[in-house]
């Protein structure tokens, strides 16, 4: 008789024994992992800290030149500094990804200045405009982070542009690398009538007591901050790592909804409600527990996942609420209201009153590019105008401010006379791009020229149904010279990522790959939504234009009533957006 037992095992018999599973690889997290290096980067950022090259800079780099400098040092730790090896004139687009960096980069570096909040003055305009035509061949772009860079600078005159900048209270101080990087503030911040809350004094408090310490310059990679009291939501939030935005508690008056985990490059996500309240009482607090959580369990084996954004992902906002409140801050956080949609455009194009009676203008450049000389003839024309500050914006703008009523008028003229339109076209005033092949070591196409040939091209084919009052409303126009989104492509009406793509005769041609219909929280939509992807929509560089005429008009042919381009592009079948 056959046992039961042997009776229960028969159907397992003759089975070789299953391989235990391999045991999940760590994600280098220090708070589980443990502080071991696991990458080649780990390794020389605990080596040293990205900011203690500034010694070597000024002690031997600048003395010695560009061949002196150490491989990581050039590679790694000049970031911590604002410094970035630019690329080497000449190289097109299709050995981007073939050469190594070496072979891309120049003896020369962008140079990014940091303006937390974009708050600058007149006096350190002028001197930002004086480095540039004494040391960067009058290069200058206003970046949609509210920086400003400058590019064809060599490291023998880094020491004295950061002795120029310090004098006015400017510096590059983490203004690239795996830090907490420039903190972006409403452009509008503290002289509104409708603004919820201030958040200067916050803003300032997180520069002064964080911004080069040394225990928060070692994160698992970049770490973007943004700060808005103003109802418009004026300074991007959903794309942040860590955001607070401007709101009234039924309870306990005016503070801020926090964000997290935001972000876009090659693997985008929106970021989240934690669903919390944050006086102003705590949230410098509340932004150091949030950028600890960072440091302490950020991914750090594999830099594809080392932001936030794959914490989060991975948590959920539950637990990371949790960990916030008991790890963190020792307190609980109340629930808070979520903020409601903008009725007001968030970048303060045109001409506005102060809340003391004063007005401010907001101005566009073409996407971004000024010079030194523009930045410096700016300073002087405010100045014999009576203002003394203005703003960068998070959207490659100026908003000047404290402007008396009567000289409104004659400043915009002479702002106009330096390419800087208080009242510029829809294409103008909604179309932003990176860098792009001109200086950028990891873009495939250009995009500044491009995109001004655009605007251009657009301004002439569509005057037709702008002056008839058909088309309003500006459509968004991002254009990036790679798939990293510096332009922020994911979240534009049309938003163009570069890429080679083939031809008829195998030469492989500078174009985009087409995203439509995203957007961010505005008076257009009430939440953020990432651009839809078409496979095999894709066009070049010489027919860009032909395309966004073409969609354009299909769009304002076939709309519905009050249909916006985001909503339409999300509706309509492919076909109709080809």
């Not at 290096?37 to 010694?55: A, C, F, M, S, T």
Request: proline content about 6%; overall charge negative; hydrophobic content about 35%.
């Amino acid at each position: 008789m056959t046992s039961s037992l042997a009776t229960d095992a028969a159907p397992d018999a003759g089975r070789k024994p299953r391989a235990p599973r391999p045991a999940a690889k760590p994600h280098g997290q220090w708070k589980v992992d443990g502080t071991t290096p696991l990458n080649p980067n780990e390794i020389w950022k605990q080596e040293d800290n990205g900011l203690n090259v500034r010694e070597r800079i000024e002690q031997i780099y600048a003395k010695n030149g560009f061949d002196s400098i150490d491989g990581t040092d050039l590679h790694g730790r000049f970031r911590w500094w604002g410094l970035y090896t630019q690329r080497r004139q000449g190289i097109d687009g299709g050995k981007t990804a073939t050469l190594e960096p070496h072979e891309l980069e120049d003896k020369y570096f962008m140079l990014r200045v940091r303006i937390d909040g974009g708050a600058l003055t007149t006096h350190q305009l002028r001197v930002i405009g004086g480095i540039s035509t004494e040391f960067a061949r009058d290069s200058a772009d206003l970046t949609d982070r509210q920086n400003i860079q400058l590019h064809w600078i060599r490291v023998e005159d880094v020491p004295e542009i950061w002795n120029r900048l310090e004098t006015v209270g400017l510096s590059t101080t983490e203004a690239c690398g795996d830090v907490p990087r420039v903190i972006l503030g409403s452009p509008v911040a503290g002289i509104v009538k409708d603004e919820i809350l201030d958040p200067t004094p916050l803003i300032r408090e997180l520069s002064e007591r964080f911004i080069g310490d040394p225990e928060l310059a070692n994160l698992p990679r970049k770490y973007k901050t943004a700060i808005t009291g103003h109802p418009s939501q004026d300074v991007v939030h959903e794309i942040n790592d860590f955001a607070l935005v401007g709101v009234v508690h039924p309870e306990l008056g005016a503070g801020y909804d926090l964000w997290v985990g935001g972000g876009l490059s090659t693997n985008p996500r929106l970021a989240e409600r934690l669903g919390v309240f944050v006086t102003p009482e705590v949230a410098a607090e509340v932004w150091l527990g949030v950028t600890s959580i960072f440091r302490d369990y950020g991914y750090r084996r594999m830099r594809t996942k080392a932001r936030l954004k794959f914490l989060l992902n991975d948590w959920g906002t539950e637990k990371f609420r949790q960990v916030l409140q008991d790890e963190y801050l020792g307190f609980e956080l109340p629930d808070g209201p979520a903020a409601p949609k903008p009725d007001t455009p968030g970048d303060h194009i045109g001409v506005h009153e102060q809340k003391d009676g004063k007005f401010f203008i907001g101005v566009s450049p073409t996407v971004g590019r000024v010079s030194g000389t523009t930045l410096t003839s700016l300073a002087d024309t405010l100045e014999a105008h009576g203002s003394t500050r203005l703003r960068t914006t998070p959207h490659q703008k100026l908003v000047i401010l404290d402007v008396e009523k009567d000289r409104v008028e004659p400043l915009i003229s002479k702002l106009d006379a330096l390419g800087l339109s208080a009242r510029p076209s829809l294409f103008r005033r909604s179309t932003i791009a990176c860098t792009g092949i001109e200086f950028c070591k990891l873009a495939i196409v250009e995009t500044k020229v491009t995109a001004a040939t655009a605007i251009a091209e657009l301004e002439r084919r569509l005057a037709d149904l702008v002056d008839s009052g058909t088309l309003t409303q500006p459509i968004a126009l991002n254009i990036n010279g790679c798939p990293n989104s510096c332009a922020r492509i994911q979240t534009a009406d049309i938003g163009l990522k570069g890429m080679m793509l083939p031809t008829p005769d195998g030469d492989p041609t500078p174009g985009f790959q087409v995203h439509l219909g995203g957007g961010l929280a505005s008076v257009d939509r009430g939440e953020a939504g990432l651009g839809r992807t078409i496979r095999g929509l894709k066009v070049t560089v010489e027919n860009l234009p032909d395309y966004v005429e073409r969609v354009v008009r299909r769009y304002v042919d076939g709309r519905q009533e009050n249909e916006t381009f985001a909503q339409w592009a999300h509706r309509v079948e492919e076909g109709v957006l080809q």
